[in-house]
C-alpha cells in the first residue's frame, strides 16, 4: 500500500485498540452513551448510532454481543472535507467496506456522526472478532497507515483530487497557526543535524511556492521563539517546538471550547493544573466534554465562585455521566502516598513483589466481607500503571521489580498524570433552584459561612444576589432572622430543614417499597443491605434496608460499586463511619 498523492483529500485518522478485561460490558457501555449524548447531531440533537445496514443501531444489543471480547477498535475518522461530504453515513459504510476487503473478514461495527465541533468526524467503534469469531488482529502498520489511505482515497474519489488552489490555500493557512502542522512537519524531514538549508531556489515554480511557505512559516515560529536564522536561508529550530506546538493547538482548542460554553459572556478563563493547584475550585459545571474521545478521559467547565472559569482535565477513572451540568463541584488535588504503594514497597524482598506471597499474607489477614483475590488485583492494576509509566519493571509473570522509593515515586507519578485529582459533586440541584427549596441547600452552606471566598463577577456574583432571595425564604420560614443585614440561622434549622427533606423523599420510597421508613439518630448504629444512592436538595443519601424498614445515610465515595452488600454506618454530625459487613470500617 503507498503513501498517497499530495493531491488526495485529507483526512485524520485515530485509532485506540481497548483491552476490555472485567469491566469490558462497563466501558463499552459507557463510551457508546458518550457518543449519543445529546446535541452531536447535525440538526443538534442527540448522537444516533447505525451499522452496516441498519440506520438505527441497537447500542445495548451490540454491547450484549461483545460480552467475551478480548479487545475493540475505537476509530475516529475526520474528514478535513466532511461538510462537503455531507452524507458520512454513506462515506463511513463504504469505508468499513474497504476495510474488510483489505483484512479479508466481515467486521461488526457500530457508528455514531458527530457535527458539534469545527471538524466533523465519526467515531466507530468495531468488534475485537473476525466473522469466525476468533480475536480479530489487524496490522501494526495497517492502523498506523493503512486505514488513513483507505479514508483519503476514498475522499478523494467522492469530490475529486485537490486542485493545485485548494493545496496552496490549505498550505498558506498553516504558516500562522499556532498548533503542529503539516508545513511543519515538512521543516522536520528536511532538517539535517539541527538545520535546515533553503539556499537552493527550486528551478520550478511549485517548488519555489513551497520555499516560500517554508520561510514563511519560519519566520513565523521565529517570532514564537522556536526559530532562528543562524544565516541567510539556513535557519535552527528548538528541539522542542514540536511539544510547544501541540500544546497550543490544544489550549488553542480548549479557549475555543470555553468560549463556546458562555458565549459572549465575558470570562476571565483558568486552566487547573493539578501538579501545582494550591486551592481548591468551586464552582458551576457550565459545560463536560471529552477532551480525548478514544482515551474517554473527560473535563469540565467549571464557572468558579471567585469569578473565573476554569478548564479542569480529567483523569480517565473519573465518569463523566456523574456530573451533572448545572451541578455544584470543587475540585482538589489529594498529594499524598497511596497506601497500595506503601503496601507493595513493604511486600517487596530483595526488590521484588510477588503477588503469590501478597495473596497469601492477604488470605491469612482478611476479615469478614473481604475478597483477597479482588484486593491484590488492585495492587496489579496499579502496578500495570506504574509500569507503563515507567517506575516498575514486570520481570515475570506475578514478578515485578520494583523501586526502594516506590511510595514516594507513585506520587509524583500520580501528580503528572492527574490521578491525584478529586472532584466532589456538592449538588444536583442547580443554584437556582436551591432558592426556595426545604432541604439543607449548598446554599445554605454559603449562607452559614457567610459568603466567604465568593465574588463579584460570573457565577460568584450570582450566587451573592440568590444568597439574599434564599435568606429571605428562610426567614419567611421562620428558620432564621435577618440581623444587622445578616442571615441568622435559627437553633437546629440545618438538622431541620435535612429532616423535612428526607422526610418528604422517604415517603415516595415507602411508597414504592411497602417498607418503613427509619431516620437515623446522632450516634446510632444504623445496618442494612445498601440498595442505591439518591439526591436531595440536602445532598446524596445511600439506602439501608434491613428488610423491613429502611434508613437514609450520607453518602460516601466507599459505597461505590458496593451495591446490594451489608453495611452498617453511625453518623455523627458531618461524619459518617461506614462499616462492610458490620466489621470493616470503611471510611470515617
Do not use: C
Amino acid at each position: 500500500m503507498g503513501h498517497g498523492k499530495a493531491t488526495n483529500r485529507r483526512v485524520a485518522v485515530k485509532i485506540r485498540v481497548v483491552r476490555l478485561g472485567s469491566t469490558g460490558l462497563k466501558s463499552i457501555g459507557n463510551h457508546l452513551r458518550y457518543l449519543e449524548r445529546a446535541g452531536v447531531s447535525r440538526e443538534g440533537g442527540p448522537g444516533q448510532a447505525y451499522g452496516p445496514q441498519a440506520e438505527t443501531a441497537d447500542a445495548a444489543a451490540f454491547v450484549a454481543a461483545g460480552a467475551g471480547d478480548r479487545h475493540q477498535f475505537r476509530v475516529i475518522v475526520s474528514p478535513e472535507d466532511a461538510t462537503e461530504i455531507g452524507d458520512l453515513r454513506s462515506y463511513t459504510r463504504r469505508l468499513m467496506g474497504r476495510l474488510e476487503q483489505d483484512l479479508g473478514t466481515r467486521l461488526e461495527w457500530i457508528a455514531v456522526d458527530h457535527w458539534d465541533t469545527d471538524d466533523p468526524h465519526t467515531h466507530v467503534v468495531i468488534r475485537g472478532r473476525d466473522e469466525s469469531g476468533r480475536d480479530l488482529v489487524i496490522a501494526r502498520d495497517y492502523i498506523s497507515h493503512g486505514m488513513r489511505l483507505r479514508a483519503a482515497e476514498l475522499a478523494t474519489e467522492w469530490l475529486g483530487p485537490r486542485s493545485e488552489r485548494e493545496i496552496q490555500a490549505s498550505l498558506t493557512r498553516e504558516i500562522s497557526q499556532d498548533r503542529w502542522t503539516s508545513l511543519d512537519r515538512s521543516l522536520q524531514r528536511l532538517a539535517q543535524d539541527g538545520h535546515v538549508d533553503l539556499r537552493i531556489v527550486p528551478a520550478e515554480a511549485v517548488g519555489r511556492f513551497r520555499r516560500s511557505l517554508m520561510i514563511g512559516r519560519l519566520q513565523q515560529l521565529r517570532q514564537m521563539g522556536m526559530a532562528r536564522e543562524a544565516a541567510p536561508s539556513v535557519w535552527t529550530i528548538d528541539p522542542r517546538a514540536e511539544q510547544t506546538l501541540r500544546d497550543l493547538g490544544e489550549r488553542g482548542d480548549i479557549i475555543r471550547t470555553m468560549q463556546r460554553a458562555f458565549g459572549t459572556e465575558r470570562r476571565q478563563f483558568a486552566f487547573f493544573d493539578a501538579a501545582a493547584a494550591a486551592q481548591p475550585v468551586v464552582g458551576r459545571i457550565a459545560a463536560k466534554g471529552l477532551a480525548d474521545e478514544l482515551q474517554d478521559r473527560g473535563y469540565l467547565i467549571v464557572d468558579g465562585l471567585e469569578g473565573r472559569a476554569h478548564h479542569v482535565a480529567l483523569p480517565a477513572r473519573i465518569d463523566l455521566s456523574e456530573l451533572p451540568v448545572g451541578g455544584i463541584v470543587a475540585v482538589r488535588v489529594r498529594d499524598g502516598v497511596r497506601s497500595s504503594d506503601q503496601t507493595i514497597a513493604a511486600l517487596a524482598t530483595d526488590g521484588h513483589y510477588r503477588t503469590a506471597r501478597h495473596l497469601t499474607v492477604a488470605r491469612l489477614s482478611a476479615r469478614p466481607g473481604q475478597d483477597p483475590d479482588a484486593f491484590v488485583t488492585a495492587h496489579v492494576r496499579r502496578l500495570e500503571a506504574l509500569r507503563r509509566a515507567g517506575v516498575v519493571e514486570r520481570v515475570a509473570d506475578g514478578v515485578w521489580r520494583v523501586p526502594p522509593d516506590l511510595p514516594e515515586r507513585g506520587r509524583l507519578f500520580d501528580l503528572r498524570d492527574g490521578n491525584n485529582l478529586e472532584v466532589e459533586l456538592k449538588s444536583v440541584l442547580p443554584v437556582e433552584r436551591q432558592v426556595r427549596v426545604i432541604g439543607a441547600t449548598w446554599l445554605d452552606q454559603q449562607l452559614v459561612t457567610g459568603g466567604a471566598g465568593i465574588g463579584t463577577q460570573g457565577f460568584g456574583g450570582e450566587v451573592r444576589s440568590l444568597l439574599a432571595t434564599r435568606g429571605a425564604f428562610l426567614v419567611e420560614h421562620q428558620l432564621a432572622e435577618s440581623r444587622d443585614g445578616h442571615v441568622v440561622f435559627a437553633r437546629d434549622a440545618i438538622a431541620r430543614l435535612r429532616q423535612r427533606d428526607l422526610a418528604a423523599g422517604a415517603a415516595k420510597i415507602a411508597a414504592e417499597t411497602g417498607r418503613t421508613y427509619r431516620p437515623f439518630r446522632e450516634g446510632q448504629a444504623i445496618s442494612g443491605t445498601y440498595r442505591r444512592a439518591m439526591w436531595f436538595a440536602s445532598g446524596q443519601f445511600a439506602v439501608l434496608d434491613d428488610g423491613r424498614g429502611f434508613s437514609l445515610v450520607p453518602w460516601r465515595p466507599v459505597l461505590a460499586g458496593r451495591e446490594g452488600q451489608a453495611m452498617s454506618a453511625i453518623v455523627r454530625g458531618d461524619s459518617v463511619t461506614w462499616q462492610l459487613g458490620r466489621q470493616r470500617t470503611l471510611s470515617r
